[in-house]
C-alpha cells in the first residue's frame, strides 16, 4: 500500500502547487534539504513523514517546473492581430474534418513575420478551410493568423481554455493560404500506423453496420465520438450512461481475452503470451489516442499480465496508482483533467467500495445466480454512482438518479456491442457473410440501446440540473 | 467428441447467438420492409422532428441557442408543417455550416 499512499501525496502535491508562490528555485532546494534528512532518519516512522514531505514537495516541483515555458516557446511570443505569419513544423496529431473545416495539432519549430525568422517550440492548433488529409508527421509550412485567445486564470477553472493548455495547446491559428508540404518525418511511424489500422476498422464498419450503429461502434471500440448524433450522446449524458461511449477498461479486457484466446488456439507456451499480448494492447491505447482511462487501463492490464511473471502478488490499489503515476508523470496538469478524476474516481470506488456492500448485502448468499449476476451489477453500478456523483454535480450541475437503473441494462448492452463490433472486425478478414450476420445483430443492439435509453430518461425525476 | 472448456464454450455460444441475431433480424426485414427501421437509424430518439417540436423541447436539448430555437418556431409557424429540412437554408442566419449542424440535430416528418 506504500505505492498507493506516496502516488496520493503526489497528487496532493500536484493540487496544491497552483496555490504556492514558492519559486522552483526554493522549492528544490527545499526538496534537497529533506531528501539530505531522511538520509539521515531512515527509522520506520519519521523516515517514512520525511519521503512523504519529500514526494509532496516533488509534486509541486513537477507541476510548476512543467508549467514553466522556454523562451522559444509559442507561449512567451506576442502575436499581432491580422498579421499572417509563416509556420514550420510537423503534424503531431490526426486531422479531423467536420463541416468543411479540418482542424489538427501542429508542433511548430520556426516561425516567421516578414523578414523575421524566429526558432520556436510549442503545440498550435490549426483550422483550416476544405477536406486535408496530411498523415501524421507531415511537415509542413503553413500561412495565417496566430492568436492568444485565451486569457489564463488559475488552474482550477473549469473551461475550454484550460482544457487545451493542459494538451499543452496555447496558441491558435486560422490557415490562410494553401499550406506547403516539406516532407515526411520517419519518427511518427508507429502513430501513421495506428491511425491507418483505425480507418481500416473505421471503414468496416461503415461498409457492414448502419449509420447510427457505426456511430455507436466507432465510439465504443476506437474511441471516435464523431459521428455519434448530438442528441444520443446529450441524452445519455443525462441517464449517465455516456461513459459506455468512452474507449475504457472493459474494452481494454475485451482485447487481452481475444488476443490470449488467440494465442492460446496457437498453442502459444503460458509464459510468452503476456509478452506477445502487451504490444498489440500498446498498439491498442496509440490506436485510440491515448486517452486517460485507455492509459489507465493498459497500465492495469500490464501488471495483471506481469505481476505472476515475476512472482507478485496483485493489488489492485497499487496499480491502479501506477496506472496513475503513469500518466502524471508525463503531464501533471492531468489531474485537473475531468476525464482523469472520473476514469480513476469510479476506479477506485469499484475498488474500494463495491466489495463492502457486496458483503454487507450479503449478495452471495442469494440463491439463483441469475438474480445474483443482476444484482451484483446494481450493485457495481451503485458503487461507480456513488464515486462519481458529486464530480457529475460539480463539473456539469447535474444531477441524475436514473443512472442507477439505466447502467444495470445499458452497461450489458455495450460489452454486448462491443463484442459484436470486435465480432465483425475478425470475421470481416475471415469470413465476411457472418460478418454481415454479427453487423445486423450490432445494429439491433444499438437500436435496443437507443430505445432503453430514451425511456430512461423520460422517466419522472430522471434528472435534473442543480 | 470434443472437449471444450468453459470458456471455449462460452465464446461459441456467444457466436451463435450472434449469427442467430442477425439471422432474426434478416428474415424479419425481407418478410415486412417496416421492420427495417430495426436494423437502420431509430429517427425519433437521435433526432428531432421539427415539425412537432416546441420551443420547450428545443431548448431542452441544449444543443440549440434560445435564440435560434425561437427563430425556428417562429419559422415553422409562419410556414405551416416543412416538407423538407433543406427549407431552413431559407432562414436568415442559416448559412451551409450552420445547416449542416441542424441537419445533425432535426429531421422533417
Known amino acids: 500500500m506504500a505505492l498507493s499512499v506516496l502516488?496520493?501525496?503526489f497528487c496532493a502535491g500536484i493540487f496544491f502547487a497552483p496555490y504556492t508562490a514558492l519559486r522552483c528555485v526554493f522549492l528544490w532546494g527545499a526538496a534537497v534539504i529533506v531528501?539530505?534528512?531522511s538520509l539521515i532518519f531512515k527509522r520506520q516512522r519519521s523516515g517514512f513523514l520525511l519521503l512523504a514531505v519529500l514526494v509532496f514537495l516533488f509534486g509541486i516541483l513537477f507541476f510548476k517546473t512543467a508549467q514553466l515555458k522556454p523562451r522559444l516557446h509559442l507561449d512567451t511570443m506576442y502575436f499581432a492581430r491580422q498579421a499572417l505569419y509563416n509556420v514550420k513544423g510537423v503534424v503531431a496529431g490526426e486531422v479531423l474534418t467536420r463541416h468543411n473545416r479540418s482542424e489538427f495539432v501542429f508542433l511548430a519549430t520556426e516561425l516567421q513575420q516578414q523578414e523575421r525568422?524566429?526558432?520556436?517550440?510549442?503545440k498550435i492548433l490549426v483550422y483550416i478551410s476544405g477536406s486535408f488529409d496530411f498523415p501524421v508527421g507531415s511537415e509542413l509550412i503553413l500561412t495565417g493568423t496566430l492568436w492568444?485567445?485565451?486569457?489564463?486564470?488559475?488552474?482550477?477553472?473549469k473551461s475550454y481554455a484550460e482544457y487545451l493548455h493542459r494538451q499543452g495547446i496555447y496558441s491558435i491559428m486560422n490557415v490562410r493560404l494553401p499550406p506547403e508540404t516539406i516532407g515526411l518525418k520517419k519518427r511518427y511511424w508507429l502513430r501513421r500506423f495506428s491511425l491507418s489500422l483505425k480507418h481500416k476498422i473505421e471503414r468496416i464498419f461503415k461498409r457492414y453496420l448502419s449509420s447510427l450503429g457505426a456511430s455507436v461502434a466507432e465510439a465504443m471500440v476506437l474511441g471516435e465520438k464523431k459521428d455519434i448524433p448530438p442528441l444520443l450522446y446529450r441524452q445519455m449524458m443525462y441517464s449517465g450512461t455516456v461513459h459506455i461511449l468512452v474507449v475504457s477498461g472493459s474494452?481494454?479486457?475485451?482485447?487481452?481475452?481475444?488476443?490470449?484466446a488467440l494465442l492460446k488456439l496457437l498453442r502459444i507456451p503460458r509464459k510468452v503470451r503476456p509478452f506477445l499480448a502487451m504490444p498489440v494492447l500498446l498498439l491498442y491505447c496509440v490506436m485510440t489516442g491515448a486517452s486517460n482511462p485507455v492509459?489507465?487501463?493498459?497500465?492495469?492490464?500490464?501488471?495483471?499480465?506481469?505481476?505472476?511473471?515475476?512472482?507478485?502478488?496483485?493489488?489492485?490499489?497499487?496499480?491502479?496508482?501506477l496506472a496513475a503515476l503513469c500518466i502524471l508523470l508525463v503531464n501533471p496538469a492531468q489531474l485537473f483533467d475531468v476525464g482523469f478524476q472520473l476514469s480513476f474516481a469510479s476506479v477506485l470506488a469499484l475498488i474500494a467500495l463495491y466489495p463492502k456492500i457486496r458483503s454487507w448485502l450479503k449478495v452471495k448468499k442469494v440463491k439463483f445466480r441469475w438474480l445474483r449476476y443482476i444484482a451484483e451489477g446494481a450493485l457495481v453500478s451503485f458503487s461507480a454512482w456513488l464515486g462519481t456523483a458529486g464530480l457529475v454535480a460539480y463539473y456539469f450541475k447535474l444531477f441524475a438518479p436514473v443512472t442507477l437503473i439505466a447502467n444495470i441494462f445499458i452497461v450489458p448492452l455495450a460489452a454486448l456491442i462491443t463484442l459484436a463490433s470486435f465480432s465483425i472486425?475478425?470475421?470481416?478478414?475471415?469470413?465476411?457473410?457472418?460478418a454481415h450476420l454479427s453487423a445486423n445483430s450490432c445494429d439491433f443492439l444499438v437500436f435496443l440501446l437507443v430505445k432503453v435509453n430514451s425511456f430512461m430518461i423520460n422517466l419522472p425525476y430522471a434528472y435534473s440540473y442543480l | 467428441m470434443i472437449n471444450l472448456t468453459s470458456q471455449e464454450r462460452a465464446?461459441?455460444?456467444?457466436?451463435?447467438?450472434?449469427?442467430l441475431v442477425g439471422l432474426g433480424m434478416r428474415i424479419a426485414a425481407k418478410l415486412n420492409t417496416r421492420n427495417e427501421f430495426l436494423i437502420m437509424n431509430a429517427s425519433r430518439d437521435i433526432r428531432i422532428n421539427l415539425n412537432e417540436a416546441s420551443l420547450e423541447d428545443l431548448l431542452r436539448t441544449r444543443l440549440v441557442s434560445p435564440k435560434l430555437a425561437q427563430k425556428l418556431i417562429e419559422f415553422r409557424n409562419a410556414r405551416g408543417a416543412l416538407r423538407d429540412l433543406q427549407e431552413l437554408k431559407e432562414l436568415k442566419g442559416v448559412g451551409k455550416q450552420r445547416y449542416e449542424k441542424l441537419e445533425e440535430l432535426f429531421y422533417v416528418e
Open chain 1, 7 to 9: 502516488t496520493l501525496v
Open chain 1, 251 to 260: 474494452n481494454v479486457g475485451i482485447v487481452i481475452c481475444v488476443v490470449l
Open chain 1, 295 to 321: 492509459v489507465r487501463a493498459t497500465v492495469m492490464a500490464g501488471v495483471f499480465l506481469g505481476a505472476p511473471l515475476l512472482k507478485r502478488e496483485l493489488n489492485n490499489y497499487n496499480s491502479l496508482s
Open chain 1, 117 to 122: 525568422l524566429y526558432r520556436c517550440r510549442g
Open chain 2, 11 to 19: 465464446a461459441l455460444l456467444f457466436l451463435i447467438a450472434l449469427g
Open chain 1, 35 to 37: 531528501w539530505c534528512a
Open chain 1, 425 to 434: 472486425i475478425l470475421f470481416s478478414f475471415i469470413f465476411p457473410p457472418f
Open chain 1, 148 to 157: 492568444h485567445p485565451f486569457s489564463r486564470k488559475d488552474f482550477s477553472r
